[in-house]
């Protein structure tokens, strides 16, 4: 990749990873009104991600195949295989974007799937990452973080929220996700407001206050 241009780098890059069926190759509609929401505050610009393969069926299949071990393991290969698939598209992105620009910083942003996606890179990310923003969603196949993490984002700062009334991602999944980062020296910035599965103006504040701290 050739140097980018002096002007199109920036000190820091949010790149968003939109969730589950919104179109390929935009931020997505949750993090483009949160970015929009704090951009007056961090001057952040923002950057699209190519959608990675989504399947609104993965969490469904494996609730319902819990108690047949055989057409559980099916469904958990199934998820590897769409979450191998978007890591490596956002790995791509920040490993790019890093050659053109090297003295950036990146936070990774995730909603709903998208959120899941941005928790499993970046933890595994070998390079320092700025932070990571993670939304209504939940930790994906946590039984190999121990294994796969790097010590290059063991303290990464992680800004995690969830609405109390997501019907989608329920609220119990997502605290056990937060558990599970602690257990393992991570320390997520909490938070939970009342709310479905979308993004609400107090959480857009606690966000803008959060990315000032981290950066």
């Not at 589950?20 to 970015?35: C, D, K, P, Q, R």
């Not at 952040?44 to 990675?52: D, F, R, T």
């Not at 055989?70 to 979450?83: D, S």
């Not at 979308?198 to 504040?205: G, K, Q, R, S």
Request: aromatic fraction near 6%; proline fraction near 5%; charge should be negative.
């Amino acid at each position: 990749v050739q140097p980018a241009a002096a002007a199109t780098c920036v000190p820091t890059m949010l790149i968003g990873v939109h969730g589950t069926s919104e179109e390929t190759g935009v931020i997505g509609a949750e993090l483009a009104n949160l970015y929009n929401g704090i951009v007056a505050h961090t001057g952040l610009p923002e950057q699209g991600l190519s959608g990675w393969s989504d399947d609104s069926t993965l969490l469904t299949d494996i609730a319902a195949t819990a108690f047949d071990p055989t057409a559980l393991v099916t469904a958990i290969n199934k998820l590897q295989t769409a979450i191998n698939a978007g890591a490596s598209d956002l790995y791509s992105q920040v490993t790019s974007e890093s050659s053109a620009c090297p003295g950036e910083h990146f936070v990774i942003a995730g909603f709903s799937q998208g959120g899941a996606i941005a928790l499993y890179t970046g933890l595994r990310h070998p390079e320092r990452l700025a932070g990571i923003m993670a939304l209504s969603t939940y930790l994906p196949l946590p039984a190999t973080l121990e294994a796969d993490r790097t010590t290059a984002n063991a303290a990464v700062p992680m800004f995690m929220a969830h609405g109390l009334n997501d019907e989608m991602i329920g609220i119990e999944r997502a605290l056990t996700s937060r558990d599970a980062l602690e257990a393992l020296g991570y320390a997520p910035d909490w938070h939970e407001y009342p709310m479905a599965h979308a993004v609400c103006e107090e959480e857009v504040t606690a966000i803008a206050g959060w990315l000032v701290r981290a950066l």
